[in-house]
């Protein structure tokens, strides 16, 4: 388990929550263009009808992944509270410095996530 000094501690944790509010404020955008674009107008005909539901799906998809994106964030908090962070759930080995450099909410390790990944 890597062990941070108190400063780097609150150095994650504040590029986390930084991340966090950007992803919350993306959300919000999304769910509101969702909003707006769900208004059907009288006039609409068949493909426009067709255009809007499209569009709806790929917003709905948009603010799923930003949604999945916060729910990262929020682990990695969790997992530094816990004195968790930068440690694989999967096979318990360190995480390196420079993939959590990239990806600070990662929770696998590189060869944990490529096994994952080939199962899907």
């Known amino acids: 388990m890597l062990v941070y000094p108190e400063t780097r501690t609150q150095d994650i944790r504040t590029a986390l929550l930084a991340?966090?509010?950007e992803l919350e404020a993306e959300y919000t955008g999304a769910v509101a263009e969702?909003?707006?674009a769900g208004a059907v107008d009288?006039?609409?005909?068949?493909?426009?009808?067709?255009?809007?539901a499209f569009n709806r799906e790929q917003e709905f998809a948009l603010a799923v992944s930003i949604r999945n994106r916060m729910e990262q964030v929020e682990r990695a908090l969790e997992r530094l509270d816990a004195g968790h962070y930068g440690?694989?759930?999967?096979?318990?080995?360190?995480?390196?410095?420079?993939?959590?450099a990239a990806f600070p909410s990662v929770t696998l390790c590189v060869g944990c996530k490529s096994r994952s990944e080939s199962r899907h």
Do not use: H, N, Y
Request: net charge negative; proline share 3%; hydrophobic share 30%.
């Open 19 to 21: 991340r966090r509010d």
């Open 34 to 36: 969702m909003t707006l």
């Open 42 to 52: 009288s006039g609409d005909d068949v493909a426009d009808l067709g255009t809007k």
């Open 87 to 100: 440690t694989c759930e999967s096979c318990r080995q360190e995480i390196p410095v420079a993939r959590l």
